[in-house]
């Protein structure tokens, strides 16, 4: 969470992660010498008789890759991707191949640029507040997935786009530095100017779309005048949530904007409680990460139906301790204990979508002009 969800918990630096393309070891190629190769016209024409039929039935038999661009902490082996590509692999006999990018926003921005030249089948990682700017790319086609049934705090329907997880932001914190968790944004806000924050870049981020969206929701027309106090404690802005999770543990500042599922991370795979995410007064702001088809997919129906494994209890039960996000519908094995300990937000909140794509580049603006960036 992004991503996430979206990009939803990543627990190291984007620097440290590897290439998705690069996953598969190449294999290497035995030399054949002139000496070798017979030339004999006779033997040449018995070859090419035998060979050129193998040769086309080869290339006839070869799997189709679906391409799925993503962000970058869903691709590594400590991610969903590798996980997700196996089980899929298993029955749609076409290659997956994942192409992770920073985060959720910066995906949109790829696919705007690329526009009908992308080589992209699938979009993993956006989330819901994009969805009219994501139509009006025009990039985009109708999922063929019922997403009614889908269990979505506050709903959602939509024809193009297909709900996969869901968790809310929040500030995690370091117990053994921070003694005096914020209970709300306003304390966050007017806190110390010495216990720094990390935060992530609106404009290529979900999560730092979504908290600018969580300032203008609680605050409306003071959010301006919010960020310039809040910005006295900003360490930094990063690209998306892995470089800043990355800062975070690693000892560079002890609050980082991630998510209220983050901890779970720790609980489960580090059996630490170090980490916790501050429960706000205010309420916490809802990110719920979606997946599209690519109108130019050249495998359609392989993309679609990969749009429907992703909300499968297969997957459903992969991403919970992987993307480090909550499922939105029943997962194949239930959710660890550790997530019942987690901070429940009792106050959703979002802001309409539409709402969202009047205003987005308003907004960015005044955080820009706020933060001196």
């Known amino acids: 969470m992004g991503s996430g969800p979206r990009e939803a918990h990543r627990p190291w630096s984007a620097a440290v992660q590897p290439d998705a393309a690069n996953r598969r070891p190449r294999r290497m190629k035995t030399p054949v010498t002139s000496a070798a190769v017979p030339t004999s016209p006779l033997v040449l024409s018995l070859l090419a008789t035998i060979l050129l039929p193998a040769a086309a039935g080869a290339q006839g038999s070869e799997k189709p890759v679906l391409t799925v661009y993503t962000y970058d902490s869903f691709v590594p082996d400590w991610g969903p991707g590798p996980k997700i590509e196996a089980g899929f692999e298993a029955s749609c006999g076409c290659d997956l191949k994942f192409v992770g990018l920073t985060d959720g926003v910066a995906i949109l921005n790829r696919l705007k640029l690329e526009g009908a030249n992308t080589k992209a089948d699938i979009a993993l990682g956006m989330t819901a507040e994009l969805v009219p700017e994501m139509k009006a ?19 959602f329907s939509d024809d193009t786009f297909v709900p996969f997880d869901y968790s809310y932001l929040a500030f995690v914190y370091d117990t053994e530095t921070v003694k005096t968790p914020p209970t709300s944004l306003d304390a966050l806000v007017n806190g110390d100017p010495e216990e720094k924050i990390v935060i992530e870049d609106p404009r290529s981020s979900t999560p730092g779309l979504g908290f600018l969206l969580w ?24 690209p998306g949530w892995s470089e800043a999770y990355g800062l975070f543990t690693s000892g560079e500042a002890p609050i980082v904007l991630s998510y209220t599922t983050s901890p779970a991370y720790h609980i489960i795979e580090e059996k630490t409680e170090r980490y916790q995410a501050a429960a706000f007064s205010e309420g916490h702001y809802l990110q719920l990460e979606l997946a599209g ?7 359609p129906d392989l993309a679609g139906r990969f749009l429907a494994y992703l909300v499968s209890p297969e997957v459903q039960a992969i991403l919970p301790t992987t993307n480090w996000a909550l499922p939105v519908t029943a997962p194949a094995t239930p959710l660890p204990d550790a997530f019942a300990r987690l901070v429940q937000p009792a106050k959703p909140l979002v ?19 706020a933060l001196g960036r």
Do not use: C
């Open 137 to 155: 790319s025009g990039v985009f086609a109708p999922s063929g997935v019922d997403v009614s049934k889908l269990a979505v705090p506050g709903g």
């Open 351 to 369: 802001i309409p979508a539409e709402e969202v794509a009047k205003n987005r580049k308003a907004w960015t603006a005044e955080w820009q002009a």
């Open 293 to 299: 088809r690519l109108a130019t997919s050249k495998h």
């Open 215 to 238: 300032m203008k929701a609680v605050y409306g027309e003071e959010a301006d005048e919010k960020w310039k106090r809040l910005s006295k404690r900003i360490l930094t802005v990063t």
